[in-house]
């Protein structure tokens, strides 16, 4: 069973960089687009950009200036730094999977538990 | 961006009912439309893909239906267990957008 653990600081400084992993387990990182998304306290869901594991990404434009997503296949991981972070970028951050259908669409069927990013001085 | 639209944003509803969320794109985006269930403090879950397709594991009182802009989440007979919060989601056009979420209470 394909398993995701998002790890990182619980707090970050305004101005600074949040930085996250995501460990993959039970599965290889090989041949899927990795993401991240995040949900603001009471608030709704929101993508912020996928890393495929040959390492092309494709980033939200609201975000795509402050952000960097890398691929470690050989440790099974990746990452996501954003930079300049301010209150705003407080959330739970996830990382999934994304599965394509044969069909085309894709859907995120595998899901980190979330880790909480507090931005605060 | 393509907006993701759901209604209602909340409902309350008894154990047994069958209850109906709706979500409507800001444009056409085929079947690429997906339904995840949120419970407090727990990631989503995924239950329906490419519009109707049930997720493996997930109870078959749960479907979807709708292409194009209009879609539909069916619970055919509400259990104690799924009161939670549902999102729709596209994956038709980046960025991805989801639903603002419905919120399914207990009556």
């Known amino acids: 069973q394909v398993q995701l653990q998002e790890s990182g600081p619980g707090l970050v400084k305004p101005s600074e960089t949040l930085s996250l992993t995501c460990t993959v387990s039970?599965?290889?990182?090989?041949?899927?687009?990795w993401n991240w998304i995040r949900q603001p306290p009471g608030k709704e869901l929101e993508w912020i950009g996928y890393?495929?594991?040959?390492?092309?990404?494709n980033y939200n434009p609201s975000l795509k200036s402050r952000i960097t997503m890398s691929v470690d296949t050989s440790k099974n991981q990746f990452s996501l730094k954003l930079s300049s972070v301010t209150t705003a970028d407080t959330a739970v951050y996830y990382c999934?999977?994304?599965?394509?259908?044969?069909?085309?669409?894709?859907?995120?069927?595998?899901w980190g538990q979330g880790t909480l990013v507090t931005v605060s001085s | 961006d393509i907006q993701m639209t759901q209604s209602p944003s909340s409902l309350s509803a008894s154990v047994g009912d069958r209850v109906t969320i709706t979500c409507r794109a800001s444009?056409?985006?085929?079947?690429?439309l997906n339904w995840y269930q949120q419970k407090s403090g727990k990631a989503p879950k995924l239950l329906i893909y490419?519009?109707?397709s049930l997720q493996s594991g997930v109870p078959s009182r749960f479907s979807g239906s709708g292409s194009g802009t209009d879609f539909t989440l069916t619970i055919s007979s509400l259990q104690p267990e799924d009161f939670a919060t549902y999102y729709c989601q596209q994956t038709h056009t980046t960025p991805w957008t989801f639903g603002q979420g419905t919120t399914v209470e207990i009556k």
């Open positions: 490419t519009a109707f």
């Open positions: 890393i495929y594991y040959s390492g092309s990404t």
């Open positions: 999934a999977r994304l599965t394509i259908d044969i069909s085309g669409p894709g859907y995120f069927n595998y």
């Open positions: 039970g599965g290889s990182i090989t041949n899927y687009y």
């Open positions: 444009q056409s985006i085929s079947n690429y």
